[in-house]
């Protein structure tokens, strides 16, 4: 038991790496959580006006979800999809931030294409399909997360079903300030100067 227990505790570590505030803080380029959302993902680092740094966050994050499939896959027989859960537990809830972590898009796509590539694929498709098409970051994220699950039904991935519908179900609950925000018509679009705290 004691393998099965290291994995799932390198993976929450893992994921709990804050790549977003970190590269914001060492840069200079401000206090994530005064900025915008406050939340800690590459949409709010965008708003600092620094997009390489949002691309390398967005990269960072979906790393962290993906390398925590393959080394519990590699660690432990079937040990990929725990985890990979683990790591994006550890991203939307780090005890280093007292559990205030982001929203899980980025982390949910690099474990989900780590799990089984083509719907890593779907995610990515019904992302940049939804963002470009909305021009809002979290519709895209919320649309790309709840792909997933339909996606490994689709593909005859069952087993990887019930991690794919966790995860879709946290993303949402993640973002039910952008919710509040989508129904009340005040939801800032991407690249827009508005910015509303959540
Ligand atoms: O993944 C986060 C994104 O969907 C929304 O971020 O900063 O607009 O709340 P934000």
Known sequence: W?????????????????????????????DL?????????????????????????????LLKGAAAVLIGAALVDGGGPMAGA???IGHCYPVWLRFA???????????VTAMYWPAGIVFAVVWLGALFGTKWSSVG????????PIAMVA????????????LALIVLWRHRAN????????????????????
């Open 2 to 30: 004691l393998l099965p227990a290291f994995v799932l505790v390198l993976g929450y570590l893992l994921g709990s790496i804050p790549f977003g505030l970190l590269l914001t803080r060492f840069t200079g380029a401000g």
């Open 33 to 61: 959580r005064q900025i915008g959302s406050g939340n800690i993902g590459a949409t709010n680092v965008l708003r600092t006006g620094r997009k390489g740094l949002a691309a390398a966050t967005l990269l960072l994050d």
């Open 86 to 88: 683990m790591a994006f």
């Open 101 to 111: 972590g982001g929203k899980g898009v980025a982390t949910m796509m690099g474990v």
């Open 141 to 148: 994220g919320m649309a790309a997360a709840v792909s997933a």
């Open 155 to 166: 593909f005859g991935r069952i087993e990887l079903l019930p991690v794919s519908l966790a």
């Open 179 to 198: 919710i509040t925000r989508l129904m009340k018509g005040e939801e800032p679009k991407v690249g827009s100067s508005k910015q509303k705290a959540a």
